[in-house]
């Protein structure tokens, strides 16, 4: 089993920054073993892929809508993924979920087999 926690949301001005931490357990889980993402998701829309960083962190991807502005990381010996946000925008709203996959990164939510529950993101203009 494999539980994550996500923390740090909250409400930001357009332009501000946030940063996402995901925190990860488990009886019997690597978490250096685990690739981790992030998605977001907004009423009535599919979960997106936001971003995703290798086990090792050697290797990192971002969704186009974010390029520049976010960036993930991650620290093994705490278990723990980032999200830093910066100049946000209202269509960043929405919230956001860590994932957590045994093989690679896939672009596609259903790939991923661990979950955390979300943390709300609100931009206001």
């Known amino acids: 089993q494999v539980q994550l926690v996500e923390s740090g949301g909250g409400l930001v001005s357009a332009g501000g920054s946030l940063r996402l931490s995901c925190a990860a357990s488990?009886?019997?889980?690597?978490?250096?073993?685990?690739?981790l993402g992030w998605f977001r998701q907004t009423p009535g829309k599919e979960r997106e892929f936001v971003t995703a960083?290798?086990?090792?962190?050697?290797?990192?991807g971002y969704a186009d809508s974010v390029k520049g502005r976010f960036t993930i990381s991650r620290d093994n010996a705490k278990n723990t993924v980032y999200l830093q946000m910066s100049s946000l925008r209202p269509e960043d709203t929405a919230v956001y979920y860590c994932?957590?996959?045994?093989?690679?990164?896939?672009?596609?939510?259903?790939?991923?087999?661990?979950w955390g529950q979300g943390t709300q993101v609100t931009v206001s203009s």
């Open positions: 960083i290798t086990w090792s962190g050697a290797a990192t």
């Open positions: 994932a957590a996959s045994p093989r690679g990164f896939p672009t596609v939510a259903r790939n991923w087999p661990y």
């Open positions: 488990g009886r019997t889980f690597t978490f250096s073993s685990y690739a």
